[in-house]
């Protein structure tokens, strides 16, 4: 079963997709994860990389809620708005929502996040708990600092390719420290990346695996968005595996 879901933080609309498995659930309901894309993404993501997982995990029994953060995809508020801190509201209300669907197991929400949403479910997880935790290519504060001019902070956006990155934004990141938030958190863990990605070095998916002192995958020859039909199917089945509880 695929439905539209939607949820409110702060006065403003989210919108995303809710994936369930079909047939009778367990009694203990189905386990499932919430997905969160990257920067200037949103809930399909690259090469339909999350419709994609959500529709194989569904056929291994494990429910997911993919959705557009604020001012991402057609989710309400502005993109100039962006700032990591509320991406982490909008992880707790993503996962508020998950936890209260019948037929799904509060108890065994997982978490996945892309590239930023790589930092920002890192920096989540001590907050919302979840019963796992994946990172793909996940994201250093060091990505955005070319975006500073001269070291400086803009007076009020910059003009990234189009998208309004506002001066919050850059303020917050630089300050902020997943990989400390990494290290707390003490559950199960795993990060997926391609040993080829220029934008989210394969040194950095090292670091938050020895924070979060778990394995880490890398895929021979991917690059930051797997681009590649043999690589997207490796990700899909390396990460299936973890979250099901297989790997």
Known sequence: MEAFAQFTVE?????????????????????????????TGHRMEGHR???????????????SLRFDFRGNGES??????M?????????????????????????????????LGGLV?????????PHRLALWAPALPDLWLPLLRGGAFPPTVTDYGGWPVGRAFLQEVVRLRP????????????????DADTVCPPAWGVRYAQALNCDATAIPGAGHTFDSLEHVETLHRVTARFLTGQG
């Open 11 to 39: 006065g403003q609309r989210v919108y995303g997709m809710l994936h369930v498995p079909d047939g009778d659930a367990p009694a203990q309901g189905w386990p499932s994860v919430v997905m969160l894309h990257g920067f």
């Open 49 to 63: 990389n999350f419709v994609l997982l959500s529709r194989l995990l569904a056929a291994r029994g494990v429910a």
């Open 76 to 81: 309400q508020g502005d993109f100039s708005e």
């Open 83 to 115: 700032t990591v801190s509320r991406e982490v509201q909008d992880v707790v209300a993503a996962f508020e929502y998950a936890r209260r669907q019948p037929g799904l197991d509060p108890q065994r929400v997982m978490l996945l996040g892309f590239s």
């Open 121 to 129: 479910a890192a920096l989540s997880a001590g907050e919302v708990r």
């Open 179 to 194: 990989l400390d938030a990494a290290a707390a958190w003490g559950g199960p863990a795993h990060v997926f990346h391609g």
